[in-house]
C-alpha cells in the first residue's frame, strides 16, 4: 500500500473546523442530517451517470451503522465516490457552494460584530456540510472507491492543522465517513436517535437509509433487524393535504440550506403542450452566495421521471428568480437527457416559461392579499424583481406591477406604480421621481417645491438600480415616468402658461444677471434659466433633458471611470430676495468683485441643498465665514 500523505487544511477550512470543533450549536442533529444530504447528492450523481451506463446501476442506499464499543457512526453510500484528487479538493479546500457562503457570512458577521451576531446562529441557518461531522467527532475517516478507478482512498482527519489520505481497500464504489463520536454525543450511536432525525430531516430522501439494530422477538429474544427508516415518498408527488407543514418546511431546508421557513410554498402541476410537476418556494431569506455575486442555481431540481437529473439546468427558471427553490419533475423529457440536450431546450423553455407565469402571479397575489408579507420578502428580493423588469421583457408588465417605491406624500410606506397613478390629481400629467442617497436629503430638495404645493406626490428612489429601472420602463398606464430634477416640469394649463410666461419675464428682466452668471460659473453649469419648480429656495440644479441624472452619473462612473462628465442647468428663483439683491448690486456695479463670489457660493449652496457634497469644503467654509463677518461688522456697526 503506497505511503501515507499528510496535507495541510487551506486557512479558511482550518477556521471552520476550529469552529465547528468549539461549537456549543444547540441543534447537534444537523451534522447528521448533512452527511445524509452528501450521501444522497453522491447516489444522485451516480444514478445520473448509470442512465447512460448500465454497468454503475445498483441497489442504491445509504447505510448507517454504529459500534457503540468503538464510539463509531458511519454513514455509507453506494453514490459516485471521489478519487485521491477530489478527496483533496472537496474535503481540503474551500471551493464549494454551502461551505464557502457560510464562512462569508462568518466574515461579515465578524465584521459587524458590534451587533451582536453571534456566529454559531449561523451554523444553524447554514448547515455547513461535511465539515459538520467535526461538531460530534474528535476524528473522522472517509474512505472513498469512484466509479471506474481500482484504486480507493483514505483521509482521515482530527479537524485541527491537516488530514492524512492513503491508499486503502474498499471493494464497492462509494463513500464510508465514519465519526469517531465525542463522549458526550455517544447519544447518536443509538438507533432510535438515529432513526427520530432521519425521519425528521430526511424522510423524503429518495434512497433508502437502513440500519441493522437489535429488537427482541416475541420470545423476547433479540435478534437483528435491518430497517428502512425513511418514507422516500417524493415530497412533491404526494397529495398536499398528506404533508405536514413540517415536513414541507425541511424539504426546503434541504434544498436551500435556509433553516427558516419560506415565504411562501407553490404546488403547480401541469398538463397539456409540458407535463410536469413542480414542488416551489420562494425563499425568505437572500442566500448568502447571492450578495457575494455567486448565482446559486443550485436550488431548483430538474427530475425526470422520478429520477434526479440536475440541480443546475440552464434556463429552467430565469435567473432574476434566484429567489425560487424546488423540484421540477417533467414526464416528456427523455430520461437519458444529457446536459446539452438540455441547453436550449424547447421543453425545458416551456416548462421555464409556466413556472415563470405562475411565480409571478403568486408574487401578485402576495402583493394584493398578504401586503405586509410581500413588502417583507420584497426587502430581500426587490432588487431580482429589478433585474427582471429589466431582463425579462416579456414579462416587463407584471413584474413593474411589483415594484414597491417609497414616496414623499406617504412617509413610512411604501407604494407601487399602479397606487401611485391611481391617486394622481387630474391636474398631473406625468410619473415624477427624485433619486438619491437618503429620504431626509430628498424630503428637503428645492426641486420639489412646486410639486408639493400642487399636491404632486413624487417617488423617492434610494436604490442605486431604481432610476435605470425606471427609464427601462419609461411609461406607465400611459403617463411618462420623469426626474423631477431633469429637463422641464409639465404643470396642469391653468398654472402652466402663468409660470412660463413668469420665467419669461424674469428672464428678460434679469437677462444682465443671468448673463454674468453664465459666465462666472461656465466651468460648473451648461446654463442659467428662470425655474417654474421653485417656491422658496433661491435656486437649484436640474440635468438636462437627455443627459444623465446625477445619481446615474455615479453609477456610469462606477462602472467606467473614464464616462463623461454633465453639466447641469442652474435654475433660479424670481421671487427670491436673494436673486433680487444679486441683480440690484449687478445693476449698481457689474465689475464689483464679490459678486463672482456670491454666484460660486450660490452654486455651493445649491448642490448642498441637494444632500451633495462641494467640491472644495475649504474654499466654501472660507467664504461663508468672509459673508458672515462682513454681516456681524455691520450689524454692530464695526
Ligand atoms: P457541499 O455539500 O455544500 O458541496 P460539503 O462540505 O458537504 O459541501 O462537501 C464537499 C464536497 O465533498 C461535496 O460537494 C462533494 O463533492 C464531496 N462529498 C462529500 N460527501 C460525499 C460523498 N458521500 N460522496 C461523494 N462526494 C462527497
Same mark, same amino acid.
Given at each position: ?14 477556521? &471552520? ?40 446501476? @445498483? ?68 448547515? !455547513? ?40 481497500? &474498499?471493494?464497492?464504489?462509494?463513500? @464510508? ?20 432525525? !432521519? ?38 408527488? @404526494? ?40 414542488? *416551489? ?118 413584474? +413593474? ?45 428645492? +426641486? *420639489? ?42 404643470? $396642469?394649463?391653468?398654472?402652466?402658461? $402663468? ?15 443671468? $448673463?454674468?452668471?453664465?459666465?462666472? &460659473? ?21 440635468? $438636462? ?77 472660507? @467664504?461663508?465665514?468672509? &459673508? ?11
Amino acid at each position: 500500500m503506497a505511503n501515507s500523505e499528510n496535507l495541510q487544511f487551506k486557512a479558511e477550512i482550518q477556521q &471552520l473546523l476550529s469552529l465547528m470543533i468549539h461549537s456549543i450549536y444547540s441543534n447537534k442533529d444537523i451534522f447528521l442530517r448533512e452527511l445524509i444530504a452528501n450521501a444522497a447528492d453522491a447516489i444522485d450523481k451516480a444514478r445520473f451517470l448509470s442512465l447512460t451506463n448500465p454497468d454503475l446501476v @445498483r441497489d442504491w442506499e445509504i447505510r448507517i451503522s454504529s459500534d457503540p464499543a468503538a464510539k463509531t457512526l458511519t454513514v455509507a453510500d453506494n453514490g459516485v465516490g471521489m478519487d485521491r484528487d477530489e478527496l483533496v479538493q472537496n474535503l481540503g479546500t474551500i471551493a464549494h457552494s454551502g461551505t464557502k457562503a457560510f464562512m462569508e457570512a462568518v466574515r461579515k458577521a465578524k465584521e459587524a460584530d458590534n451587533k451582536g451576531t453571534d456566529t454559531l446562529d449561523l451554523i444553524g441557518q447554514f448547515g !455547513v456540510g461535511f465539515y459538520s461531522a467535526f461538531m460530534a467527532a474528535d476524528k473522522v475517516v472517509v474512505e472513498t472507491r469512484k466509479a471506474g478507478a481500482d484504486k480507493a482512498y483514505r483521509w482521515e482527519s482530527d479537524g485541527k492543522e491537516s488530514f492524512t489520505i492513503t491508499e486503502c481497500d &474498499l471493494s464497492e464504489i462509494g463513500t @464510508r465517513v465514519t465519526l469517531f463520536v465525542k463522549d458526550e454525543y455517544t447519544e447518536y450511536l443509538d438507533y432510535w436517535k438515529i432513526s427520530s432525525i !432521519v425521519k425528521k430531516y430526511s424522510d423524503f430522501i429518495e434512497y433508502p437509509i437502513r440500519m441493522k439494530h437489535t429488537v427482541k422477538d416475541k420470545d423476547g429474544k433479540d435478534i437483528e433487524e435491518d430497517s428502512t427508516m425513511n418514507s422516500m415518498k417524493a415530497i412533491w408527488l @404526494r397529495p398536499e393535504s398528506e404533508v405536514t407543514e413540517e415536513e414541507f418546511n425541511h424539504f426546503y431546508t434541504y434544498l436551500t440550506q435556509d433553516y427558516g421557513k419560506p415565504t411562501k410554498r407553490i404546488s403547480f402541476n401541469a398538463e397539456g403542450a409540458s407535463e410536469f410537476k413542480s414542488l *416551489l418556494f420562494l425563499a425568505a431569506h437572500m442566500p448568502f452566495n447571492f450578495q457575494f455575486g455567486m448565482k446559486n442555481k443550485k436550488n431548483l431540481h430538474l427530475y425526470v421521471k422520478r429520477v434526479f437529473i440536475t440541480d443546475d439546468c440552464p434556463g429552467l427558471l430565469p435567473e432574476y428568480m434566484g429567489f425560487v427553490s424546488g423540484v421540477v419533475d417533467s414526464s416528456d423529457l427523455p430520461l437519458n437527457i444529457s446536459r446539452e440536450m438540455l441547453q436550449d431546450n424547447p421543453q425545458i423553455a416551456r416548462i421555464c416559461k409556466s413556472l415563470t407565469k405562475r411565480v409571478l402571479s403568486e408574487l401578485a397575489k402576495m402583493l394584493a392579499n398578504e401586503r405586509s408579507a410581500y413588502e417583507t420578502f420584497y426587502k430581500e428580493f426587490g432588487r431580482m424583481i429589478k433585474e427582471g423588469v429589466h431582463m425579462d421583457y416579456s414579462n416587463r408588465e407584471k413584474l +413593474q406591477d411589483l415594484l414597491l417605491f417609497e414616496s414623499m406624500n406617504h412617509p413610512g410606506k411604501l407604494i407601487t406604480l399602479k397606487e401611485y397613478s391611481d391617486a394622481m390629481p387630474a391636474t398631473q400629467k406625468e410619473i415624477y421621481y427624485l433619486s438619491g442617497d437618503t429620504r431626509e436629503a430628498l424630503e428637503n430638495s428645492p +426641486q *420639489l417645491e412646486m410639486l408639493k404645493k400642487q399636491n404632486f406626490d413624487v417617488l423617492f428612489l434610494l436604490d442605486p438600480v431604481d432610476e435605470f429601472v425606471l427609464s427601462d420602463i419609461g411609461k406607465y398606464a400611459d403617463r411618462e415616468i420623469k426626474s423631477v430634477a431633469s429637463g422641464e416640469v409639465k404643470f $396642469d394649463e391653468s398654472i402652466q402658461k $402663468d409660470l412660463e410666461e413668469k420665467a419669461k419675464k424674469a428672464a428678460e428682466d434679469n437677462k444682465s444677471l443671468v $448673463d454674468f452668471l453664465k459666465k462666472a &460659473l461656465e466651468n460648473k453649469v451648461k446654463d442659467v434659466r428662470f425655474s417654474s419648480r421653485l417656491t422658496e429656495s433661491p435656486c437649484c440644479l436640474v440635468s $438636462d433633458k437627455f443627459d444623465p441624472s446625477v445619481n446615474m452619473q455615479k453609477i456610469l462612473k462606477a462602472m467606467d471611470k473614464n464616462a463623461p462628465d454633465y453639466k447641469r442647468i442652474l435654475e433660479l428663483n424670481a421671487d427670491n430676495p436673494l436673486i433680487q439683491a444679486m441683480k440690484t448690486l449687478h445693476d449698481k456695479n457689474p465689475e464689483d468683485p464679490k459678486l463672482s463670489e456670491y454666484a460660486e457660493l450660490l452654486y455651493d449652496q445649491a448642490i448642498i441643498s441637494e444632500g451633495g457634497l462641494v467640491s472644495d469644503p475649504v474654499v466654501f467654509a472660507k @467664504r461663508t465665514i468672509e &459673508l458672515m463677518t462682513n454681516s456681524i461688522q455691520k450689524d454692530i456697526g464695526a
